[in-house]
Nanobody
Framework: QVEVVESGGGLVQAGGSLRLSCAAS????????VGWYRQAPGKQRELVAS???????DYADSVKGRFTISRDNAKNTVYLQMNSLKPEDTAVYYC?????????????WGQGTQVTVSS
């Protein structure tokens, strides 16, 4: 199986930066895509950015030009660099790893990390 653990959240002023980390363990070679999602109070969870095993990336329109997703295969870690943060970026950020292991397509979620942007 695959497990992911997020870290790096915190409180930052508007215009500031944070870098989130998603560390994967287990059958990491089975992971095809890692995505960062976020969920604000009273809202649905939404995809923020994703990166495939080949390095292809995708971003939500709301974060394009401000957030960058990257991966360090040697460390089995995916990062989300968040710049020019806005109060509306406040949410719990979750890492999700998708792939094929244990004879099925599966997804593993982390416990989430809180990001709070003050105005």
């Amino acid at each position: 199986q695959v497990e992911v653990v997020e870290s790096g959240g915190g409180l930052v002023q508007a215009g500031g930066s944070l870098r989130l980390s998603c560390a994967a363990s287990g059958r990491t070679f089975s992971i095809s895509t890692v995505g960062w999602y976020r969920q604000a109070p009273g809202k649905q969870r939404e995809l923020v950015a994703s990166i495939t095993s080949r390095g292809s990336t995708d971003y939500a329109d709301s974060v394009k030009g401000r957030f960058t997703i990257s991966r360090d295969n040697a460390k089995n870690t995916v990062y989300l660099q968040m710049n020019s943060l806005k109060p509306e970026d406040t949410a719990v950020y979750y890492c999700n790893a998708r792939g094929y292991w244990d004879d099925a397509f599966r997804a593993s979620w982390g416990q989430g990390t809180q990001v709070t942007v003050s105005s």
